[in-house]
């Protein structure tokens, strides 16, 4: 059986990495051109010749997530690795959370304009338009959900590495093809990892919250008396 209290912290390191990078990205991007800069991206030679290669990153590495949580629940059907089945079912919650609902609303009242859009960068929301739903990133923050949940059951720091990277190779994607700037995909990526740390940590948070309202009725009673 899965050491829960190892997960949870493993998840509280790699979620934590991954917040930093999204900080610096975020930093570079305000202070930076950003415009400049996702322009001049999708307009690289490499990067036009490869496209191809990049529509099936962003399409078929998400799929691989995927599977690897049908898996989970599959085999989690034995009584022995039942928690492999709880763990899936988490991970099915904090992509309702996160990739469905913040990530779906946030697009639609924000309105940001597409890289390759007819207004880049233009925030015109709230609109259903589609092609003003780049911020944030969908694809980033559905992969990157599965990415920290991985992360926090593997003991190797290799593989760590390995999903963390194939997590920010979507990333990449979505930029390449012109469908998002880079602060996008790193608050969608931020918001995958701080719903991860939100759903492993439910319990915890439910407790504490239990304990401070149990703590204020103590404190009004006594003052009422």
């Given at each position: 059986?899965?050491n829960?209290?190892?997960i949870?912290?493993n998840a509280?390191q790699n979620?934590g990495?991954?917040?930093?990078?999204?900080?610096?990205?975020i930093s570079?991007?305000?202070?930076g051109?950003?415009?400049?800069w996702?322009?001049?991206?999708?307009?690289?030679?490499?990067i036009?010749?490869s496209?191809?290669?990049?529509r099936?990153v962003s399409?078929?590495i998400?799929i691989?997530?995927?599977?690897?949580?049908i898996?989970?629940m599959?085999?989690?059907?034995?009584s022995?690795n039942?928690?492999l089945?709880?763990f899936?079912?988490r991970?099915?919650l904090?992509?309702?959370?996160c990739?469905?609902?913040?990530?779906?609303?946030a697009?639609?009242?924000?309105g940001?304009?597409?890289v390759?859009?007819?207004?880049?960068n233009?925030w015109?929301?709230?609109?259903?338009?589609s092609s003003?739903?780049?911020?944030?990133?969908?694809h980033s923050a559905?992969v990157?959900v599965g990415a920290?949940f991985?992360?926090?059951?593997?003991r190797?720091?290799a593989?760590?590495?390995?999903?963390?990277?194939?997590?920010?190779?979507?990333a990449w994607?979505?930029?390449?093809?012109g469908?998002?700037w880079a602060?996008d995909?790193?608050?969608g990526?931020?918001?995958?990892s701080l719903t991860?740390?939100?759903v492993l940590?439910?319990?915890?948070?439910?407790?504490a919250?239990?304990?401070?309202m149990?703590q204020?009725?103590r404190?009004?009673?006594?003052f009422?008396k």
């Open positions: 059986m899965a829960a209290v190892a949870k912290r509280l979620v990495a991954v917040m930093i990078v999204c900080l610096v990205v570079l991007c305000v202070f051109d950003e415009i400049r996702g322009q001049k991206l999708i307009a690289d030679p490499a036009v010749t496209l191809v290669v990049w099936y399409d078929w998400p691989g997530f995927y599977f690897v949580f898996c989970f599959i085999f989690g059907g034995n022995k039942s928690w089945r709880k899936a079912f991970y099915v904090a992509q309702l959370i990739s469905v609902f913040i990530v779906r609303v697009k639609i009242i924000f940001r304009g597409r390759n859009s007819e207004s880049p233009g015109e929301g709230p609109t259903l338009d003003f739903h780049s911020f944030p990133s969908g559905d990157f920290c991985l992360v926090s059951i593997l190797h720091t593989l760590r590495l390995i999903v963390l990277g194939l997590a920010a190779l979507v994607s979505r930029m390449a093809l469908a998002h602060t995909v790193a608050v990526a931020a918001l995958a991860t740390v939100a940590f439910f319990r915890e948070v439910r407790e919250i239990s304990t401070a149990a204020r009725e404190i009004v009673t006594i009422s």
